[in-house]
Each structure stands twice: as structure tokens, then as C-alpha cells.
């Protein structure tokens, strides 16, 4: 048996500013943009180098789900952005305003900082160890 998470959902605001950030910022891919009615987009985005899982980005369609843009979590690091270079990703988010919430930290498991993305979601950019390149164990 075999099984993987192909997407996770994103609340967001509005479709565009949330590509922009995405493609612009993080340099991630937009895999597709497809309108579903006049309200609704299948929006996907990853990561370059990214095989199996993207974020969904679905816009907010009412009061409720406008409260959880920028909250995905509670509060808590939502996403775990895993680099093969800290510093060249961590300078260009730096260079790209990207707001770093906590600054670049070493841990047993690799080299981490926290920044925001554009909502407010906090993300762990992450850097692993040559022992810990598939698992982060804090």
C-alpha cells in the first residue's frame, strides 16, 4: 500500500496577491490556475524541486473562513520549507522583505528560522543535516 498527501489547502484572501507572493517571493511554481466558476480557482503552487505535495490555495468564501486566513495553525510554525542551501534561500527572502520571525538557529537536526508568509502563517525555512535530510525530530 502506498500513499502520500498530494495537497494541502491554504485559506487565502485573494488568488492573485497570494500567487504573487508565492512565485515572487518563495520562488515557487504555479502548477495551475484553473477557474472553476466565477468565484472559485483551482490554484496550486510548490516549491522548486517539489514531487508529490503543493499547497492548494482557496480563497476565503465568507466570514468564517476570512478569520483563518494568516491563523492556519493557531499561531504555530503551519509549514516546514526544507532548502539544500540556508543561506543563498534565507539572504534572497531577506533581500525580498520576507519578515524573519525568529532569526537562523542551529539545531541538532539542521539550521532553521521562522518567517511569515505574506497572512502572517508562520513557516520553518530548514535546512537539514546530512544526517537528517528526510526527518526533522526536534
Known amino acids: 500500500m502506498k500513499q502520500h498527501i498530494a ?19 518563495l520562488d515557487f511554481t504555479l502548477l495551475e490556475d484553473t477557474k472553476i466558476d466565477e468565484k472559485k480557482r483551482w490554484v496550486m503552487v510548490a516549491p522548486p524541486g517539489a514531487k508529490e505535495c503543493c499547497l492548494l490555495l482557496a480563497k476565503a468564501a465568507n466570514e468564517e473562513q476570512l478569520k483563518s486566513v494568516g491563523n492556519q495553525a493557531g499561531g504555530r510554525v503551519a509549514f516546514f520549507l526544507f532548502t539544500d542551501d540556508f543561506e543563498r534561500d534565507y539572504e534572497k527572502m531577506i533581500a525580498r522583505e520576507i519578515n524573519f520571525v525568529r532569526p537562523p538557529t542551529d539545531f541538532n537536526y539542521g539550521r532553521v528560522a521562522v518567517f511569515e508568509d505574506l497572512y502572517g502563517n508562520l513557516w520553518d525555512l530548514i535546512e537539514p543535516n546530512n544526517e537528517n535530510k528526510g526527518v526533522i525530530r526536534p
Open 7 to 25: 495537497h494541502i489547502a491554504l485559506v487565502v484572501r485573494d488568488y492573485d496577491e497570494a500567487i504573487e507572493f508565492y512565485t515572487q517571493k
